[in-house]
């Protein structure tokens, strides 16, 4: 059993519609689901972006990407986008062999995935 994933919102500007949280620690099959769980509470129905600011996480496997794709899912359907910030090297590379870099949009940080002025503080 690894170390929770600890979920915590970013102290940011962001548009009215966008919520920005930070993942810290590792996304694993023993907490993946109680993260699901978490994400849909923080997210408020007139939330219409999330961005994920993912430099804190440094692993995730596939039940954890599955959750993050079901997020993506939840939004999609509200007619959002989730926006990943700050990936590390590792989960790049498992973002790009399983090509699901394509299904996110991308940002090196949480400024640049909010544009311009709308960075943390």
Do not use: Y
């Amino acid at each position: 059993m690894t170390a929770p994933v600890h979920l915590t919102r970013v102290p940011v500007d962001p548009p009215g519609d966008v919520l920005v949280m930070a993942l810290n620690g590792s996304l694993d099959f023993s907490n993946a689901e109680r993260l699901r769980d978490d994400l849909q509470a923080a997210l408020a129905p007139e939330h219409g972006g999330l961005v994920l600011d993912m430099a804190g996480l440094d692993f995730c496997d596939s039940t954890g990407i599955r959750i993050l794709l079901a997020i993506r899912k939840l939004l999609q359907e509200r007619g959002g986008s989730v926006t990943l910030a700050g990936l590390n090297a590792r989960l790049t590379r498992i973002f790009r062999v399983t090509g699901l870099i394509h299904a996110f949009a991308v940002q090196p940080g949480v400024a640049e995935a909010l544009g311009p002025k709308r960075g943390p503080e």
